[in-house]
């Protein structure tokens, strides 16, 4: 009843184009831990995090006290006008996880801002509005980045500061090379990458953006050492490397603290948002020094590394280092993947099952072949929901079911979300292989 009531006035008031999850779309009233509880009381084991969000989990009382601090201290916003002891601290850390010699740190609100910048930032410094962008991608809802998003879906303007072409080599499980394998996918995408270039721009191109996984396109993971490969091409024509870890920051991959970190290259500019705020809005970017230098005007964010954000940003990097959930999330990522795979073994109905860490995507297709499946995923979607788990979607056709709780998940939730996960998928593929 409080759900229908809501969604009523939801309706009456927000935009059309803003997407609510579920036949009966719920609010999240309470969390502890990596549970929350809805408006009419309803618990929930979440996998998804506020869209990889809330990446420590709920409640936590070290990042509590933290905010609380900070509010106690009277002081919320300052402005950057004024030195902020917080987000120094915050940037020196972040400059040093980077990898990026004596890299500088731009704070921001959001992941779309931040990418905004990088790319403010690659265009300023080369001189050149040419930009390459991996097919299939997200980068945010702005002019500049709803122009490198290459997703129908999330594309809802062609207007554009950007000249943009798109290379092959982010999604593989429906491109064009899916039947190499890794070291000739990443040989063909190499050849596609200097065709691209010879043949769709006028030299001089500014950057690339990419994600190292793709999140809003399904999780879908390249082979290890294709941004390496790509980047040997990128360097012969001074075109710099934006690595895109608004998703795949701070060790969610498991095996490495940034998503790029699989393909043993350090890029010239990261962005990240998303998780290190653990719900405060804290995005910003990491670049070279001399990229971050070139502009000659000046530049602000009013609310960006803001005080309030920054200090709970600390408290969850302090968390995140101390409780080593980087190694969790390599742990239970490959117990997530390796049940799901048994499951799937199983199943027609499930195509893919990838990831890695704990950014896992299962891709669900047309029982008897690989058409992208967007009903089964809505089937599984609202089962699992209905016993007690929460899960993301996306992917190009909607069919891609996105695992991607917070990093300090239990064994016994992974086996749980596993179970949940399996009896869902099962009843599904069951009802449409009748
Ligand atoms: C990879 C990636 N980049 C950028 C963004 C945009 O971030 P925000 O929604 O904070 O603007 C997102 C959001 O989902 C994302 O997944």
Redesign the pocket.
Known sequence: MAHRELLERHRAVMPDWLALYYTEPIELVHGSGRRVTDAEGREYLDFFAG???NMIGYDIGEISDAIRAQLGSGIVHTSTLYLIRRQVELAERIAELSGIPNAKVFFT???????ETALLLATTFRRSNQVLALRN??????FA?IGVTGNRGWSPSSLSPLNVSYVHGGYRYRGPFRHLNDARYVAACVDDLRDVITTTTAGNIACMIA?PI???GGFSVPPDGLFAAFKEVLDEHGILLIA?????GWGRTGEHFWGIGAHGVTPDAM?F??GIGNGL?I?GVIARPDLMGCLAANSISTFGGNPLATAGATAVLDYLLRHDLQANAAKLGTRVIEGLRATAARCAIVGDVRGKGLMIGVELVEPGGTDPSPRAAAMVHELTRRRGLLVGRGGLFGNVLRLAPPLTLTDDEADEAIGILTQSITEVNRELTR
């Open positions: 869209i990889l969000t609100n959001s992941g779309t801002e931040a990418n991608s997200y980068h945010g809802r702005a980045t994600e793709q999140g809003v895109d870890e608004v998703q795949t962005t948002a998303k809005a995005g």
